[in-house]
């Protein structure tokens, strides 16, 4: 099986090994953080997981931060494809596409943008079985995404608590302000308030993840709603798990020191890990 080093990528229009992966240092993306990116998993055999969704997003996370897109969907989504037949080994696949600004010596474009899509082995960004039958802790900060919306790469506060978090054992941080909570830094949330299944609505990011289980949880039995909660809110919350391509349905425990709950996995979060695992497995996607 291919590993990370071996792997086969995309880059503006040809295939290239790791060693090959490099773009200029005066792209937008490196130089002024000018770029969006999506990722996504494979299931059953390298097959992506809502592929053109991914794509959807990533085309409107690019308008939403006024980067032009010279090529249709069509075309990436064959480049994709393209990638993934490169590295053909029956092993599952994690895929990153990556647009940046591309070559510039100002603020503006100068030329077309970069494109990149990476593939790599899923095992990658996988997450051990006790993340799942345990669950995990989280910490919040009171920040707001710059256009959150945008899948950008605007990620310095995302890696400074992430950071912070790893020190006191937690996977994730929650953003939250005193109009409401947001979201984690990598994926959405979901929290048991007042009995009812609920998740953020406005000033998100929609995820992939996020979505399906707002489609698929009603006809599994599991009412759920999209509405904005407060922090004082969420901290009531009798259960909490996190939605996101790699995290799956991730069970959250403890946020802030504090348990969520009794401390551990709930009855709503494990029938909704089991409705979404039944609908991966089901192929109907």
Known sequence: MNDAGTATHFLDGRLVKEGELV??????????????????????????????????????SAELIGLAVPWSKEQVHGWVMQALAANADGGEKAIKIVLSGGASHTLLPEKQPTIAILIDPRKDYEFPATHYTEGVAVVTDKFRRYAPEAKSNNYIEGVKKAQEAAKQGAIETVYYDDAQVYEGSTCNIFAVIGGKLVTPKSNILGGVTRGVLLEILPSAGIPVEERDFSFDELKGAGEMFLAASNKEVMPVVHMDGAPIGNGMPGPVTKAVMKAFRDFVLSGKW
């Open 23 to 60: 773009v200029s240092v005066r792209d937008l993306g490196f130089m002024r953080g000018f770029a969006v990116f999506d990722f996504l998993i494979t299931y059953n055999g390298q097959k992506p997981f809502y592929l053109d969704r991914h794509i959807d997003r990533l085309f409107r």
